[in-house]
């Protein structure tokens, strides 16, 4: 039991996010078909409405099972020797909401799937529009505004026309993004050229809402630099500011205003251009589908005014960030189980343990500073054998095996299950898993013998999903400032590795001769996640 409830907050993570990008999905492609796509029905691509109202339905159904699952966690999470107390959480305000939320899933399908057979219906539209929106409306009662004992209703509403602004814009994306992978690009402004209306409306909500929440759950710039919340919607503003910016990009390709520099398409030709907006649209989909992610992991974390005197302060924090040099020694694992209790994931923090950890992630920075380096150097052209680069992370993965949590094989303070089955070990195990396979298959493609090899995708997709678990984990941590203090070295971490990933994905997916703006950025970007690294610092 105690080891299922240890697994019991990463499920609930990522559940939530599960649910709140189908509820995006379902209900931007929806506004998608029914305000986009209905304008010019005649010139809409063949197939593009059952496209999108497939997407519709696959939305909802992500929706329907991810809130089917919470429900399930959370009843055997509450369940005692009398079993699972099934009635009474369905009773409960959650319960409630979420049988609601599975019917209004349920009810999008059913009119998606009936849409479809008649698309000139109005009613059915109105029927599909509407479950939509009750799925965004409902989103808010799992929120934090549902804690709130002073101006409840308020926030509530804030929160709900906030997660459809989201779902409009997110869902929207990704449906355009689909659309173009699927249909001729030549028609892409039957539908792009509206969407960027309904995007900029919707960009407009998020923004309000936005920083209406933020005054409520933040309030102050000293609880935006000190705690957890604030940490990660300071980061969330960085992820929405990089999906302005490739919005404007492509609005101002779409209406003929290019940007300057090579990422815009200007002085190419039509066909160029295409594939360079198709690639963008891509990146700026994934991104937001990222920033979602973030959303649910900001969602577990207590507001930054509730926090209080778990605030880090200013001292402490630039304490954090002053360069220190690496730590190249460590206490010996028998030293370490000595001093401190590695079993109980609360206990203080001792000395020996601030160490180990430090050397762990200083050592790790190394050989990533180094990777980062000799990637560079290989695209000069001037040394060549740097292209063995991906090598070191066969070793790295091994020191890391070692060096990351040493309650497990290497001290047996945890048994090999119990330590398997804690979230935060997990993840851990993932990322670890994520840097072997990248190390393979990078080394695969550099050594020139399959340079189209569809292996060449595994660095990117590595690195996004790297920065999304760097961005949206559990802790096992029921201190705030120590909680604060992790996020403050993932936070920045995550935003590195996912610009390493996203631009080795368009140097992978633009013609070469438009590919060497995004391929200049991952080496360094590489570079700059190990430096990281090497001056990490325990707070």
């Known amino acids: 039991?105690?080891?299922?409830?240890?697994?019991?907050?990463?499920?609930?993570?990522?559940?939530?996010?599960?649910?709140?990008?189908?509820?995006?999905?379902?209900?931007?492609?929806?506004?998608?078909?029914?305000?986009v796509l209905r304008r010019d029905p005649e010139r809409r691509p063949a197939r593009?409405?059952?496209?999108?109202?497939?997407?519709?339905?696959?939305?909802?159904?992500?929706?329907?099972?991810?809130q089917t699952g919470l429900l399930a966690v959370l009843a055997a999470a509450l369940a005692d020797d009398a079993g699972w107390p099934i009635a009474a959480l369905l009773g409960s305000t959650v319960g409630s909401a979420g049988i609601v939320r599975i019917a209004a899933g349920l009810a999008i399908l059913s009119a998606a799937i009936a849409l479809r057979r008649a698309p000139a219906s109005r009613l059915r539209g109105a029927l599909l529009l509407g479950s939509t929106i009750l799925l965004s409306a409902t989103g808010a009662l799992a929120s934090?505004?549902?804690?709130?004992?002073?101006?409840?209703?308020?926030l509530l509403t804030v929160t709900a026309f906030h997660q459809a602004a989201v779902g409009i814009w997110v869902g929207g994306l990704i449906c355009a993004a689909m659309l173009l992978l699927r249909a001729d690009v030549s028609a892409r402004d039957v539908w792009l050229r509206p969407f960027s209306v309904v995007a900029a409306a919707a960009v407009v909500g998020i923004a309000v809402t936005g920083v209406a929440l933020s005054l409520a759950y933040v309030a102050t710039p000293g609880a935006a630099i000190g705690t957890s919340y604030g940490a990660m919607v300071l980061t969330k503003?960085?992820?929405?500011?990089?999906?302005?910016?490739?919005?404007?990009?492509?609005?101002?390709?779409?209406?003929?205003?290019?940007?300057?520099?090579?990422?815009s398409g200007q002085r190419s030709t039509s066909g160029g251009s295409s594939i360079l907006l198709r690639r963008r649209l891509e990146v700026e989909a994934g991104l937001a589908v990222v920033t979602v992610l973030l959303a649910a992991s900001i969602g577990s974390a207590p507001p930054a005014v509730d926090v209080g005197v778990q605030r880090a302060t200013l001292n402490e924090i630039r304490a954090v960030f002053t360069p220190h040099w690496p730590r190249l020694s460590t206490p010996t694992l028998a030293?370490?189980?000595?001093?401190?209790?590695?079993?109980?994931?609360?206990?203080?923090?001792?000395?020996?343990?601030?160490?180990?950890?430090?050397?762990?992630?200083n050592v790790a920075g190394l050989f990533v500073l180094a990777m980062g380096v000799l990637a560079t150097l290989e695209r000069t052209g001037r040394a060549p054998w740097a292209r063995h680069w991906p090598l070191l992370i066969i070793a790295l993965a091994g020191f890391v095996a070692y060096s990351v949590d040493p309650e497990g094989w290497q001290t047996g303070a945890v048994g090999f299950w119990e330590h398997l089955l804690s979230p935060e070990v997990v993840q851990h195990r993932i990322l670890l898993i994520l840097t072997a396979l990248f190390g393979f298959a990078e080394w695969r493609v550099r050594s020139g013998r399959h340079p189209d090899s569809p292996w060449r995708y595994v660095f990117p997709v590595v690195a996004i999903w790297s920065g999304v678990l760097l961005l949206a984990?559990?802790?096992?941590?029921?201190?705030?400032?120590?909680?604060?203090?992790?996020?403050?070295?993932?936070?920045?971490?995550?935003?590195?590795?996912?610009?390493?990933?996203?631009?080795?994905?368009?140097?992978?997916?633009?013609?070469?001769?438009?590919?060497?703006?995004?391929?200049?950025?991952?080496?360094?970007?590489?570079?700059?996640?190990?430096?990281?690294?090497?001056?990490?610092?325990?707070?």
Do not use: C
């Not at 593009?48 to 991810?66: E, K, Q, R």
């Open 473 to 539: 984990h559990a802790h096992e941590l029921s201190d705030g400032k120590s909680a604060f203090f992790m996020e403050l070295s993932h936070l920045p971490l995550g935003l590195v590795s996912l610009l390493a990933g996203w631009s080795r994905w368009l140097e992978l997916r633009l013609p070469p001769v438009k590919s060497g703006g995004p391929g200049r950025i991952w080496g360094p970007a590489l570079a700059v996640f190990g430096l990281l690294l090497v001056l990490y610092r325990e707070g």
């Open 144 to 154: 934090h505004a549902m804690g709130r004992l002073d101006g409840q209703a308020w």
């Open 237 to 263: 503003i960085v992820l929405f500011v990089a999906l302005l910016a490739m919005g404007v990009l492509n609005h101002r390709a779409l209406h003929g205003r290019l940007a300057l520099g090579p990422w």
């Open 335 to 361: 030293e370490l189980a000595a001093a401190s209790d590695l079993a109980d994931p609360n206990a203080p923090r001792t000395a020996e343990i601030t160490a180990w950890s430090e050397f762990g992630h």
């Open 48 to 66: 593009a409405l059952d496209w999108t109202l497939a997407l519709t339905g696959a939305g909802a159904l992500v929706a329907v099972l991810a």
């Open 1 to 35: 039991m105690l080891l299922w409830r240890a697994v019991i907050p990463l499920m609930l993570l990522w559940l939530r996010a599960a649910g709140l990008v189908g509820q995006a999905v379902a209900l931007g492609s929806a506004v998608f078909a029914l305000v």
